[in-house]
């Protein structure tokens, strides 16, 4: 081995690979899982988005490769990384991704954002398999992936979100989840981590829904704080107004019928309000939200506009420049435990210290061993 194992970044990558448990006989291993992991992961960030992609690129760059670990029998073939890739339990390789992410980037994000995303051609019509769905945690500040869970068959987000909650650090973050969240169940999970929440509310909610928006209609205006801001660019002029109260004493009132289950510690309730021109058309849109926090109307607002993170920072990113949903992975565990190499990769490509783009340094870490290595171990310059 070389000196590149007293890299602290990189030995705490190998070190997580190397927990995960492989339950191949070791008598029969050629590839260890750890170095297969590491393939993968080192593929993905060289501008890879299949097997066949990861298996060329490593027999071209096996001599880097073997700079980090022995490769003795070199680079296993598509299929057999295919292989390992469906064997891998997700469950343990998703724990593993969050554990280092939580050595690597200590301290707790000031605000988090959990949303799902699909990926659309996962679905194995022929198998009655359904395509993969898997809800993120998302550092909208550090464009930091924090974590994943994926979507078992017949359930859904409120099922996955809980579990996912579960597994992160989040004491003193503010949590932000779109309408499917909006359950009061979710809501005490975050306060139980000692976070707070911020909720859409929609019809999924519909008597809390038609009650916000009641009281925006009618409440005194020393009760509500007011922010605007507007947006304009490309043709578009987009304006916001976000009202915010926290005065609503009356969620709690009599008046509901006995035995409901509220929202616990509700600190107050927003409506948002937008109004968008573009080629001479006009749209509006009216969102509501509840909160554990007491938050003014620009702290609101900024929160509700940086949720949005996830989908720009994150889905965006995978879908454009790592081409997820071109994925046509189908078999075993393939489909969960790629996406979980993806957000390996896509933490340490966007930790680099350069002004290029994300796709830009996949294709030059793809052509120059030094520049991977620099992400691999620390920062790219």
């Given amino acids: 081995m070389l000196d590149v194992f007293s890299k602290p970044r990189l030995r705490s990558l190998l070190d997580h690979f190397s927990a995960i448990k492989d339950t191949r006989q070791s008598c029969k291993v050629m590839y260890p899982l750890r170095e297969v992991i590491l393939l993968a992961v080192c593929g993905t960030i060289a501008d890879c988005d299949d097997y066949d992609d990861i298996a060329a690129w490593g027999e071209a760059h096996l001599d880097f490769l073997r700079t980090m670990s022995e490769f003795h029998y070199g680079i296993p073939c598509q299929d057999w990384m295919r292989v390992v890739m469906n064997r891998i339990d997700p469950a343990l390789f998703s724990a593993c991704f969050q554990d280092w992410v939580a050595e690597r980037w200590p301290g707790i994000p000031d605000l988090v954002a959990l949303d799902g995303k699909t990926s659309r051609r996962s ?47 989040l004491e003193g973050a503010l949590v932000t989840i779109d309408a499917m969240g909006c359950n009061p169940g979710i809501a005490q999970g975050i306060l139980d981590a000692k976070a707070d929440y911020l909720l859409a509310v929609k019809d999924n909610q519909p008597t809390l829904h038609a009650e916000i928006e009641s009281y925006f209609e009618t409440a005194p205006a020393a009760e509500v704080e007011t ?41 107050a309730i927003a409506i948002i309000d937008t109004r968008v021109e573009q080629k001479g058309k006009i749209s509006t849109a009216r969102r509501s939200y509840i909160t554990s926090r007491p938050l003014s109307a620009d702290a609101l607002a900024e929160a509700v506009r940086s949720h949005w993170g996830i989908e720009n920072k994150l889905h965006w990113t995978l879908d454009v420049a790592f081409k997820e949903d071109l994925s046509r992975l189908r078999k075993g565990h393939g489909a969960q435990n790629m996406a979980v190499v993806r957000h390996f990769a896509i933490n340490l490509v966007r930790d680099a210290k350069d002004k290029r783009s994300i796709k830009t340094r996949r294709k030059r870490a793809s052509w120059d061993p030094a520049y991977l290595r620099a992400i691999l171990e620390k920062s790219a310059c």
């Avoid at 009655?128 to 859904?156: C, I, M």
């Avoid at 922010?227 to 109260?245: I, M, N, Y």
């Fill in 123 to 169: 679905h194995d019509a022929a198998a009655g398999r359904r395509a993969l769905h898997l809800v993120s945690a998302f550092a909208t500040h550090r464009h930091l992936v924090l974590g994943q869970e994926a979507v078992e068959e017949k359930s859904n987000e409120i099922i996955a979100i809980p579990a996912l909650l579960s597994r992160l650090a």
């Fill in 227 to 267: 922010c605007k801001d507007l947006d304009k660019g490309h043709g578009r002029l987009e304006s916001r107004t976000c009202r915010v109260s926290t005065k609503i004493a009356w969620l709690e009132a009599d008046r509901r019928y006995p035995g409901a289950f509220r929202f616990p510690e509700v600190a």
